[in-house]
């Protein structure tokens, strides 16, 4: 079992749409959860970092955390086509990432 | 612009050859780790580097290794290089390595084994 579960999509969306995106974790000790968007050739930029459990917004984005059933999710609302990009969910101070999902939001 | 600097961008070399990969670290990072990224792949952590030493490795042969300069710049190295050391090699700078840190990617080297 991989430490980081993602649905790697591709996910295409219209624009204004409210997107989902989810990861599941195995171990339970992990702390820190983040959010990173990817552009194509681009490295990974940090969107959103949780510690433990709970929510957190940031403009358009909500990251929350379920420790409980080791869920984590990012919802962006309001949808841009300049959100496309893939967006990876990463686990634990030494990141570890699942393998991303391709969100195409088409104007 | 995270402020995180990688050279060269791209590189092409052949199987058995040896790679130096570099990373200029964000201005007050001292931290800095490498990771390599697969195609269609989340990023896979190969080693971190806190204050010139080691601090922690992911699962990767001793063919790959590294170096923190006082600076806090850094090299990774790659001998003997195989066809699935394709990938982007991406480094990430960090202050310190305690609670609440987190971690800033440079743009990534694209690396071409043929």
């Known amino acids: 079992q991989k430490e980081v579960e993602q649905d790697p999509g591709p996910l295409s969306v219209p624009e204004g749409a409210i997107v989902s995106l989810n990861c599941t974790y195995s171990n339970s000790a992990f702390q820190y959860f983040m959010w990173y968007r990817q552009y194509s050739r681009k490295g990974p930029e940090l969107l959103m970092y949780?510690?433990?459990?709970g929510n957190k917004e940031d403009g358009r984005f909500t990251a929350q955390v379920d420790k409980s059933s080791k869920y984590i999710s990012l919802f962006i609302r309001d949808s841009q086509p300049s959100d496309s990009a893939t967006y990876l969910c990463?686990?634990?101070?030494?990141?570890?990432f699942g393998s991303g999902t391709q969100l195409t939001v088409l104007p | 612009e995270t402020g995180v600097t990688q050279s060269p961008t791209h590189l092409i070399k052949t199987r058995g050859q040896q790679v130096t990969l570099r990373c200029s670290s964000q201005?007050?990072?001292?931290?800095v780790s490498w990771y390599q990224q697969a195609l269609g792949q989340g990023p896979q952590f190969i080693f971190q580097?806190?204050?010139?030493?080691?601090?922690g490795r992911g699962n990767f042969p001793p063919r790959f290794s590294g170096l923190q300069f006082p600076n806090y710049s850094s090299e990774l190295n790659v001998n003997a290089l195989e066809l699935d050391d394709s990938a982007l090699y991406l480094c990430?700078?960090?202050?310190?390595?305690?609670?609440?840190?987190?971690?800033?990617f440079g743009p990534g080297t694209r690396l071409l084994v043929l």
């Open positions: 990430a700078s960090s202050y310190e390595t305690g609670v609440g840190e987190t971690q800033y």
């Open positions: 201005s007050g990072h001292n931290t």
């Open positions: 580097y806190y204050r010139e030493e080691e601090n």
């Open positions: 990463a686990v634990s101070r030494q990141l570890t």
């Open positions: 949780t510690y433990s459990s």
